[in-house]
């Protein structure tokens, strides 16, 4: 079982740059796909961003290609996201999540293929 905390949430102007944290636990760390996701208050959660296991494949949401980047450091079981040129459209609550890797897997976009999720940070872009 993994557990997951977010940090490096807060409050930007647009077109400034955050970094997000998430810290997992467990040994197994380098098993799992990590992906963020974001939702804003009454809607749905979306996705933002994906990365496999070994680092070397990502995937992004169409609204954020371009501006944000996934990357994991193993060493520290962290995943992170930074996030550059935001928008006030990025304002939401995001959420890390894990997926353990099985052979023949692909990234995957799907909010219900991720076993284990965060309790989430909160970022604000002003205009």
């Known amino acids: 079982q993994v557990q997951l905390v977010e940090s490096g949430g807060g409050l930007v102007q647009a077109g400034g740059s955050l970094r997000l944290s998430c810290a997992a636990s467990?040994?197994?760390?380098?098993?799992?796909?990590m992906a963020w996701f974001r939702q804003v208050s009454g809607k749905e959660r979306t996705f933002v961003a994906a990365l496999n296991p070994s680092g070397d494949s990502t995937y992004y949401g169409d609204s954020v290609k371009g501006r944000f980047t996934i990357s994991r450091d193993d060493a520290k079981n962290t995943v992170y996201l930074q996030m550059n040129s935001l928008k006030p459209d990025d304002t939401a609550v995001y959420y890390c999540?894990?997926?353990?890797?099985?052979?023949?897997?692909?990234?995957?976009?799907?909010?219900?293929?991720?076993?284990?999720w965060g309790q989430g940070t909160r970022v604000t872009v002003s205009s």
């Open positions: 467990g040994r197994t760390f380098s098993l799992y796909a």
């Open positions: 999540a894990a997926r353990p890797w099985k052979y023949g897997y692909s990234l995957s976009y799907y909010s219900h293929e991720y076993d284990y």
